[in-house]
């Protein structure tokens, strides 16, 4: 069998697994599930990244301890303690797809926290500042100054994180969860002759999501740039 022949009988099961006629594999389920991870893991990390900068120490001290112990440990880890350690504390066994969804949504949380701790410490000194002395309060200030202008810088991150939570899924490979690389080992398995194609196709497939979105980010890293630079170059007069 040819190569091309193997793109021609398997590609559909490539993308999306044994969907309809089962549950959704392939390069569709990679997306779906970091996705899924980084929506879900974004309140969670709002939260820690607050509380990173909290003024008050007993919260601030915990979350930073969390966030060091978490960025600490490989992600497998946290993948076994959700597929093992979990149900033996809950008596609730869950799927590998929920166990991956737990994993990224973990994992990507702490270092969202990052992400928004470095967001509102970038800003210019004396905004939280300014609107205190407005009459807001510390969490109202919080919410209508400085959050917004934090998470406008924080786009790119947020794009790069994406990129990494992409990645990261591959992992799912581990306890059997049908993502795209288990999709390329079985069609590996299936067609036995042309593993350096296979895994050549899915490296590549890697590459081109994960560049395309790197790109994003680099352009909206430049805009925003550029923004901040030139904050009323369209508003003045030719």
């Known amino acids: 069998m040819s190569f091309l022949e193997v793109v021609d009988t398997y590609w559909l099961y490539f993308l999306l697994g044994r969907y309809p006629v089962g549950p959704l594999g392939g390069l569709a389920l990679t997306l779906v599930l ?7 893991a974004l309140p969670l990390g709002l939260l820690l990244g607050l509380g990173r900068v909290s003024l008050w120490l007993w919260v601030r001290w915990p979350v930073t301890g969390l966030v ?5 440990i490989p992600l497998l880890m946290v ?4 597929y093992f350690f979990l149900p033996n504390i809950t008596g609730i066994k869950t799927d590998q797809f929920a ?17 928004v701790r470095a967001g509102i410490q970038g800003l210019p000194k004396g905004q939280c ?16 100054v400085v959050l917004p ?6 786009l790119p991150s947020l794009v790069n994180q994406f990129v990494s939570t992409i990645k990261e899924t591959s992992l799912g490979y581990i306890i059997g969860l049908a993502e795209v690389s288990l999709i390329a080992t079985q069609i590996n398995t299936a067609v036995f002759i042309l593993p350096s194609q296979i895994y050549l196709t899915l490296g ?19 805009r925003l740039s550029q923004r901040d630079t030139f904050p009323s170059a369209a508003r003045m007069p030719a």
């Open 34 to 40: 970091a996705s899924l991870g980084l929506l879900l």
């Open 68 to 72: 060091y112990v978490v960025r600490g």
């Open 79 to 82: 993948v076994f303690w959700a």
């Open 99 to 115: 166990t991956m969804l737990i994993a990224l949504v973990v994992f990507d949380a702490v270092y969202l926290a990052e992400i």
């Open 129 to 144: 500042e300014a609107a205190r002395s407005l009459g807001l309060s510390y969490f109202g200030a919080m919410r209508l």
């Open 149 to 154: 202008q934090a998470l406008r810088h924080m």
């Open 204 to 222: 590549l497939t890697y590459f081109l999501l994960c560049f395309g979105l790197s790109r994003l980010a680099y352009a909206l890293e430049r």
